[in-house]
């Protein structure tokens, strides 16, 4: 490992963002880099439960499915390793909470136009199951936007960059947002 890698990979960095913005293959390709294991919180919590997230929806509710969510993040935090949220993990004020202690949260930005081309009839994401994505999408990003703004410490516009791109970018961030953490230290 690089030693510029190496000092990063001290570093746990939690991605939030819309569904379908990259948060689990851009994580996987930073976690590679990193040398650090990628921990996404979906499949976290369908190990943990050992049911899939559309069952969760369906037989417990999209409530019950928040509170593992936040079980969840509360068990993964502060561990060596790269951390995928769920799309909807900014709505409990607790889970915003928990990110803004553990920084640095990086916002995988995309609009809802480019996310729809991405995961329209995606039958394992309940929350765009049997209606029109696109206007969903933009619910949910009227919504969510402020509260990924409010947790994030960087925001990568995610549309029009291929994933190498964004890998750049956010160890380009990584690099400076660590040299101000030792400073203020
Ligand atoms: C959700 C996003 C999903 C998953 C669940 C709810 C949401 O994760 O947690 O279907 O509320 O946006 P991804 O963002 O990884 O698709």
Known sequence: MKASTKKLSQISPILVGLMGSGKSSIGRRLAAH???PLIDLDDYIVEKIGRSIPEIFEQDGEAAFRQMETDALSEVVGKPAVI???GGAVLSETNRRILKEHPPVIWLKATPEFLATRIDGDSNRPLIAGGDTLSRLRELAGIRYPLYEA???FSLPRCDMKKSEALHEILRFLKKWRKQQKKRL
């Open 34 to 36: 990193l040398d650090l």
């Open 84 to 86: 995928a949220t769920g």
């Open 151 to 153: 947790c994030a410490d």
